[in-house]
C-alpha cells in the first residue's frame, strides 16, 4: 500500500438491495476514493454465489458468503493486504502501511467488518449472535477500526433519541474497551434514515490507536 495520511472506509447495510443501493453505489465515480468498503447483508444471485462486484467497480472482493463483505479498492497493492475470516457474518482486512521516510516501518491496521443479527429482545443475553467472533477479531494485535451493523441500542451512541437499551449493548462495550477502543463517531450521529424519515442510529464504528495496542501487548 502506498504512504498516505489517511485511510478512507465506507460502510453501509444495503438490506440486500440490487437496484436501488448496490448498482447505484458501486456505478458512482466517486466511490473510487475509498479504499475500503464494507457491506453488510449484500445483494447476491442466490445464497451460494458471492455478492454483486462488476468489473468497472475499481474494487477486490472478499467474501465469505455471510452477511458482511469487503470490497478493496484495486488502487491498493494486492501484496500488502490479506483476509481473514472468523465467521460468515465477521471478517477482518489486515493492511500493511508504511511508516517513516528513507528507512520506511512496516506496520499493520486490522479492520474488522461485523454483523450482528438482531436479538430477540432488549433483555436477551445468552443468545450472543456474532459477539464472540467480534471478540476474537479484536484480539488480533495491531492497530484497529471495527465497524459494521450490530444491532444493539445503547445510550452511548444512541443519546436519548432511543430510552432504550440492548444489554448485550453492555458486552460490546466491555469488549472494546478491554483493548483500548473508543467510539468514533460523536455521540448521537445520525447514521441512518428509516423509512417513515425517523433518523437512525444503528451503526457503530471504534478505533484504537497504535500507541494503545502497543501498551496493550507489553503489559
Known sequence: MSQQKELRILQYNVH???NKVMIALLHEEKIKDYDVLILQEPWRYDENS???CPATAGFTLEDNGGRTCFYINKKIDSNTWHSTWHSKDVGTITLQTLTGSAQAAKEV???HGAYNPPPKDHGVIHERGSLPDIEKALRMPGE??????FNLHHPTWG??????????SNELIEMTTNVGASLALPRGTITRISNDNRPGLHDRRYHESIDTMRNRRRN
Open 144 to 149: 484497529c477500526v471495527l465497524v459494521g451493523d
Open 159 to 168: 443519546g436519548l433519541s432511543y430510552p432504550r437499551q440492548h444489554l448485550l
Open 16 to 18: 440486500k438491495s440490487r
Open 109 to 111: 491496521i486490522h479492520i
Open 50 to 52: 458471492r455478492a454483486y
